[in-house]
């Protein structure tokens, strides 16, 4: 397999993608508050993502196989030490000083958008709202650095060293990805690294930047339900993430929502 670089017209489907998957995170913020389900939250967005935008939760019934069941619900709820890919459910119920991550991905007439922020729920502790900041940070110093002739590597080294300049973490065992017409394609773009090494970006490749930090160790443990990565320590992870275009002189941020600029 190889790196597919979408035209200009596949990259403006790309771009209503990335703006429904945006507008479903604009959506959802006003309601992540103390008592409410993540499977209330995942009910809100897939009715808004199937009955007002016409468009395909991507990760309801997503992956499965080698004994894996298939994801089965329509958007990641991450709570605190949850590393990535928490399933929503009724008896989970966010608390004050919870911090969460709301994972969205759209298909909308065949192309993706994916992207996911964190919430802070009700008052939450200075070191928590640390790691949520740097964390944003990492994302928003890796896209800044975006544009042809760029290696991978030293978008990688970026997120390493601010994070770790933090006294956090980077998680090895998960990252961005390429992204079109499939969820997932290549390249891998790892949220570690060193300049020099990777592959050189070109104008029309579209990829994720999806940065998880961990307050400990960055290592990582899978559940039996085969899907919620944790925290080895079980202290807290962090995660931001954007879909991306590189254009010409630098990168759009497919994703973006209202308040962001670049
Ligand atoms: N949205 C996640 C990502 O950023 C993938 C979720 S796969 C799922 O790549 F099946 F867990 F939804
Ligand atoms: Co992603
Ligand atoms: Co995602």
Not at 33 to 56: F, M, N, W, Y
Not at 218 to 247: C, I, M, N, Y
Request: aromatic share 6%.
């Amino acid at each position: 397999m190889s790196i597919v670089r979408k035209t200009p017209e596949q990259i403006a489907r790309m771009r209503t993608a990335g703006r429904l998957a945006a507008e479903v995170l604009e959506m959802i913020a006003p309601h992540v508050k103390p008592g409410v389900s993540t499977g209330e939250l995942d009910r809100l967005c897939h009715e808004h993502i199937v009955d007002v935008q016409h468009a395909v939760p991507a990760p309801l019934g997503y992956g499965g196989g080698d004994g894996r069941p298939p994801f089965p619900k329509s958007i990641c709820t991450s709570i605190n030490h949850v590393v990535c890919h928490g399933i929503p459910s009724e008896t989970k119920t966010l608390k004050k000083g919870d911090i969460v991550n709301l994972d969205i991905t759209v298909i909308k007439d065949g192309w993706h958008g994916d992207t996911s922020a964190m919430f802070c729920v009700g008052e939450v502790n200075p070191f928590a709202q640390r790691l949520v900041k740097v964390t944003q940070e990492c994302l928003y110093k890796a896209i800044a650095l975006v544009r042809p002739g760029v290696r991978l590597g030293e978008i990688g080294h970026v997120i390493q060293q601010h994070a770790e300049a933090n006294r956090f973490s980077v998680v090895r065992d998960y990252c961005g990805h390429g992204i079109g017409e499939g969820f997932h394609e290549e390249p891998q773009v790892l949220h570690y690294g060193r300049p020099g090494t990777g592959i050189v970006l070109e104008e029309g490749m579209t990829f994720t930047i999806e940065p998880m930090i961990n307050a400990g160790t960055f290592q990582t443990r899978l559940l039996p339900d085969g899907w919620t990565v944790v925290t080895r320590d079980h202290k807290l992870s962090a995660q931001w993430e954007h879909t991306l275009a590189v254009t010409a002189t630098g990168c759009e941020v497919l994703t973006a929502r209202k308040d962001e600029t670049f």
